[in-house]
Every structure is written in structure tokens, then in C-alpha cells.
């Protein structure tokens, strides 16, 4: 069992940038791999990110590529979601998740924090 708690959100202009935080708890963090996931008003929740249990390698949902970075840190059990260039499409509530898998299988996400506002507005 694994229990997240994402921080990060806020409001934020076009071409601005944020930095999202997900704190896990649980001893196997090392285990799971990690992504982020984030739903807008009216659309069905969509992957955005994902990075295997040993930070070896990354995926991308192709709207946030070259703009987002995701990252890990085992040693803190806690994965960041960097992004960049933000555009008013991104505004979502966003999620962190956790996988029991050590790589990247979009649909075994089993463990989901609460989420977080992003809101990219002038």
C-alpha cells in the first residue's frame, strides 16, 4: 500500500512554470513506478508522465513533451513533475500515482493521491 500527497499547484501565467511535488509513504516507494496523471473540467482524467521504479526511463503524453520533465528521488520517496513553457490547456487538477509494476504500464496505476489545481491564466 502506498499513500501520496502531491503539493505544488497554484496559478500561474502563460509561458510560466511550476514545479509539482509527490510525497509517498510506504517502504517498497523504490518499487513502484510513479506518474502523473491530470483532469480538466468536463474531460476524463489523461496520462501526462511516467517514470520506471528506478528512474532509469521516462514517458510522455505527447501535449507535454519537451515541456515537462518528471523526476525521482528514492532516497526522499518523493517524484516531481517539473513544467515548463505552460500553456492555458494545462490547466487540470493533477495527480500523482503509483504503479505496483516497476515499469511503465499506463493502465496498472493502483494507488492515487488527491490531486492538486494547476491553473494557467493571465
Known amino acids: 500500500q502506498v499513500q501520496l500527497v502531491e503539493s505544488g499547484g497554484g496559478l500561474v501565467q502563460p509561458g510560466g512554470s511550476l514545479r509539482l511535488s509527490c510525497e509517498a509513504s510506504?517502504?517498497?516507494?523504490?518499487?513502484?513506478?510513479m506518474g502523473w496523471f491530470r483532469q480538466a473540467p468536463g474531460k476524463e482524467r489523461e496520462f501526462v508522465a511516467a517514470?520506471?521504479?528506478?528512474?532509469?526511463?521516462?514517458r510522455y503524453a505527447d501535449s507535454v513533451k519537451g515541456r515537462f520533465t518528471i523526476s525521482r528521488d528514492n532516497a526522499k520517496i518523493t517524484v516531481h513533475l517539473q513544467m515548463n513553457s505552460l500553456k492555458p490547456e494545462d490547466t487540470a487538477v493533477y495527480y500523482c500515482?503509483?504503479?505496483?509494476?516497476?515499469?511503465?504500464?499506463?493502465?496498472?496505476?493502483?494507488?492515487w493521491g488527491q490531486g492538486t489545481q494547476v491553473t494557467v491564466s493571465s
Open positions: 517514470i520506471t521504479a528506478s528512474g532509469g526511463s521516462t
Open positions: 510506504g517502504r517498497t516507494f523504490s518499487n513502484y513506478a
Open positions: 500515482a503509483a504503479s505496483p509494476l516497476r515499469y511503465i504500464v499506463v493502465a496498472r496505476f493502483d494507488y
